[in-house]
């Protein structure tokens, strides 16, 4: 029980660490998803195929290896000066936009044909049909899966304790080290997850079912 | 008005318009018949480049539909289209639905294009359903609304993709006849149609096209009870 009372200052530091790199992260990845989940369905092939290797590429590679390879690799190479938080904000962004890409490109591909033909017959221009009315129908679409990429993205965090990003799982491990206990310390680390995973997918699913998708 | 010369449409490998060339007149009603995939409806997507022509020439106004200089979006908008399954906006209500063009395309102000919108409403019997959304319309209700849409960009022409074959048969009636009162003001229009009755009673001319040709055409008395070549009267003897 002290363990427990013990090592939860050092989680709530670390938990609102993980949640402002989250927030901030997936919602840049949110903005670069939108760009590329309809690069991939561009019609110009130079977009297209920009689109479409940044999303293999990213999808096909593990983020642990996204964050040292930005944070060591990519920092040391053009000897920039990165701090941790900064490179897990856009670790997260550059990874979960991938994913958002995907749901973006599915989200518009469900939109009926008919809708850009009814569109465009009456004069609208491609732009003005994707922003008026492909888009507003294709939102409520991904607003559930874009929820679900939250929750994940969120719990991805945790491996950027590898850099030493003073994150949720990165504290409670400290801790654990410190007093030699480690029941206590991982089973508080994971409490906390839930904390923020369990109401996101309540809220997730009220949202759901007022746009009634 | 419409001049269409040889006109080709492909899809991959398969060709689905053969050569088709026809003129169609102003104020005229044209209905177009003949059986499901026999490139009918191909026919008039290609009127408003809905589909990309493969060979031939459209021109609609005097203007040319293939020239790729022109502004095919101010092209579309003198051109109205009605579709088989209306594909209203959901997201927006009635009025939105038909305020849209006029105020994106057209650069309306608000006034006037609810105004416009509403006398569409009015015309075609749907005045109380401005702020309703499309799911709690009737699919007759749908289409009427769809017409507005497509009326509200003063069109030259309009366009109907068999208007009412997704229409529960008690529906159909005031969809037609909506077409029949705009028929009657002059208005320019191509019907796709499995409705013989409204082509035999409102269209000038009747066009029956078989696997992507014309190969019938003429007055609605000639084709109903003159049809000459064995297609047209197959086609008819198993639809009449």
Redesign the interface.
């Known amino acids: 029980m002290d363990y427990i009372i013990g090592v939860t200052p050092y989680l709530i530091k670390g938990i609102q660490l993980t949640f402002i790199i989250t927030v901030i992260g997936v919602f840049i990845g949110f903005i670069i998803g939108t760009f590329a989940g309809m690069g991939r369905l561009a019609k110009n092939k130079f977009v297209f195929w920009i689109s479409t290797i940044y999303v293999e590429v990213i999808r096909g590679t593990p983020i642990l290896v996204q964050i040292l390879f930005l944070y060591f690799g990519v920092s040391d190479l053009l000897n920039l000066d990165l701090d941790k938080i900064s490179a897990s904000i856009i670790a997260i962004a550059i990874n979960a936009g991938a994913y958002v890409a995907e749901i973006v490109r599915g989200g518009i591909q469900a939109i009926?044909k008919?809708?850009t033909?009814?569109?465009?017959?009456?004069?609208?221009?491609s732009a003005?049909t994707m922003r008026?009315?492909v888009w507003?129908?294709a939102f409520?679409q991904i607003i559930p899966p874009l929820g679900n990429q939250f929750i994940i993205s969120l719990k991805d965090t945790s491996l950027f304790s590898a850099i030493a990003v003073h994150e949720l799982l990165y504290m409670g491990k400290q801790y654990a080290a410190s007093t030699f206990t480690y029941f206590e310390p991982y089973l508080m680390v994971g409490i906390f997850y839930l904390i923020i995973t369990i109401p996101s997918s309540i809220i997730l699913r009220k949202v759901e079912r007022r746009l009634d998708v | 008005m419409i001049t269409v010369t040889d006109l080709h449409k492909s899809f991959g490998s398969n060709e689905v318009l053969k050569g088709i060339s026809n003129k169609i007149e102003e104020k005229e009603v044209v209905c177009v018949i003949g059986a499901s995939g026999s490139g009918k409806s191909t026919f008039l997507r290609c009127l408003n480049a809905l589909e990309e022509i493969t060979s031939g020439n459209i021109t609609i106004s005097g203007e040319d539909l293939t020239n790729p200089s022109i502004d095919i979006n101010q092209m579309r908008s003198k051109v109205g289209m009605v579709f088989q399954h209306f594909n209203l906006f959901p997201h927006k209500t009635v009025l939105e639905n038909i305020t849209l063009g006029p105020l994106k395309v057209k650069k309306e102000t608000k006034e006037q294009a609810n105004e416009r919108a509403r006398a569409l409403l009015d015309k075609v019997g749907l005045k109380d359903k401005e702020d309703a959304y499309p799911k709690s319309l009737s699919g007759g209700q749908k289409q009427r609304v769809a017409i507005s849409r497509a009326l509200a960009m003063n069109p030259e022409v309009m366009l109907f993709d068999e208007p009412t074959s997704a229409l529960d048969p008690e529906l159909v009636g005031e969809v037609l006849s909506v077409m029949k009162d705009l028929a009657e003001e002059g208005m320019t229009m191509v019907v796709v149609t499995h409705e013989m009755g409204f082509a035999r009673e409102v269209g000038d001319r009747v066009i029956f096209i078989d696997e992507g040709a014309v190969v019938e055409e003429g007055p609605p008395e000639d084709i109903f009870h003159n049809p000459q070549s064995e297609r047209l009267k197959s086609f008819l003897g198993k639809i009449l």
């Open positions: 009926d008919g809708q033909e009814a569109g465009r017959s009456v004069g609208l221009t003005q008026y009315i507003p129908q409520k």
